[in-house]
């Protein structure tokens, strides 16, 4: 499984690069919005200064909403650095965009994924990831990771490529289940891929150990 990171925020970005297990990271603009980026200039430079934080891909999302729009858009955001992805929504003219980018071999993100019938357009029209957002789900208590398993059976029914990236995953215990149902990708907060750390047993075990340590030297 691999994890992204889901912020625009370069020190935790490069905590979790420190760590060694990150493999990309996730923008879109709410998230620039949160750290203060604003302006097309400053976006387009902070979207490089990820890059360079990182080894793995980086999504960076279109504002447009029209085809062509789109595709000026993404082309502008592959130019910037061979690690980004575009991030595409899943709307009619996303799905053409999406083959456009396909056909032309630049990785996109189809994001805003609801349902499996979205997942099947997106992963039909050559998406790289889609980005099934299972905490919004959880948020209008509908089962975020039943769609997660819907996708995964529909894509292991065709062989589909596009590889599920879960999305919009909220506490530790998302990425375990979305690593049992065989999501490909978890997207997260720094906190949650964190708390996958987390034992007290760990803790009182390392505690005796050192102490044990101690008293024998
Ligand atoms: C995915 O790419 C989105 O950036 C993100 O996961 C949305 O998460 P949220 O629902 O916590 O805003």
Known sequence: MKFFIDTANLDQIKEAQDLGVLDGVTTNPSLMAKEGITGAENILKHYVDICEAVSGDVSAEVISVDFEGMVKEGEQLAALHPQIVVKIPMIKDGIKALKYFSDRNIKTNCTLIFSAGQALLAAKAGATYV?????RLDDVSTDGLALISEIREIYDNY??????LAASIRHTMHIIDCAKIGADVMTGPLNAMMGLLNHPLTDIGLKKFLEDYKKGN
């Not at 980005?131 to 905490?135: L, Q």
Request: glycine share 10%; hydrophobic share 45%.
């Open 159 to 164: 062989a589909f490529e596009t590889e599920i």
């Open 131 to 135: 980005s099934p957002f299972i905490g």
